[in-house]
C-alpha cells in the first residue's frame, strides 16, 4: 500500500471514528475492518463481492453487518453508491479521491473510470447560469465496449443479429 493510500485510510478511520461517536454508534472492530477491506481495494464492487472478500481473509462478519456498514460509510461520504442500471448497487471508496465518471459496457458490464476536467467547467458553467450550488455530480455513459475480450459480447455480425441489408 502506497504512503497515499495509507493516509487516505487512516485519515477515513478517523472520519469515522468521530461520526460513529457523534451518533451514538459502537465502534466495533468490524466496522474499521470493513473499512480498510475497501481502501485497500481499487475497484467498484457490490456488497456480495465484498461479504466473500472478507469471508476469505477469515474476518466474521454476517452479510447484515456489510450492508449496514455500507450504508454508515456511505452516510459519512467515506463510500460512494451507484446505481449502474442494473438493481444490483456497486461502491466504491470516496475520501481522497477525485471526482471522475464512468464508462460502462452493456455487454460485460465492466466499469471504467474516467476524468475530464472540461466536464468539470461545464458543472460550474450551468452552476453560475442557474444560479444553483452544485455539490457534486454523476455521469454515466453506457455501450457497448470494444474490447475483443468482451466477455458478454455476442460474436455475431451486425447482420447475423438484424438481417442482410439493415443498418443497426
Known amino acids: 500500500m502506497s504512503n497515499n493510500a495509507k493516509d487516505n485510510l487512516e485519515a477515513a478511520r478517523k472520519i469515522l471514528t468521530a461520526y460513529l461517536e457523534n451518533k451514538g454508534l459502537r465502534k466495533t472492530p468490524e466496522r474499521f475492518a470493513i473499512l480498510e477491506e475497501i481502501y485497500t ?22 452479510r447484515a453487518t456489510v450492508y449496514n456498514t455500507l450504508d454508515v460509510l456511505v452516510d459519512c461520504d467515506l463510500v460512494t453508491k451507484h446505481q449502474f442500471g ?41 452552476g453560475e447560469m442557474l444560479h444553483f450550488k452544485v455539490d457534486h455530480h454523476s455521469l454515466i455513459f453506457y455501450g457497448g465496449c470494444t474490447r475483443s475480450n468482451c466477455e458478454n459480447r455476442s460474436n455475431l455480425s451486425k447482420e447475423e443479429i438484424f438481417g442482410p441489408g439493415t443498418n443497426n
Open 41 to 62: 481495494r481499487s475497484d467498484h464492487f457490490d456488497v456480495d463481492e465484498l461479504y466473500i472478500s472478507m469471508k476469505n481473509k477469515k474476518y466474521r462478519v454476517s
Open 86 to 126: 442494473k438493481n444490483l448497487a456497486q461502491y466504491e471508496k470516496s475520501y481522497g479521491f477525485k471526482q471522475h465518471d464512468h464508462l460502462i459496457c452493456t455487454d460485460c458490464h465492466k466499469v471504467m473510470e474516467f476524468c475530464d476536467p472540461r466536464i468539470q467547467s461545464i458543472q460550474n458553467m450551468v
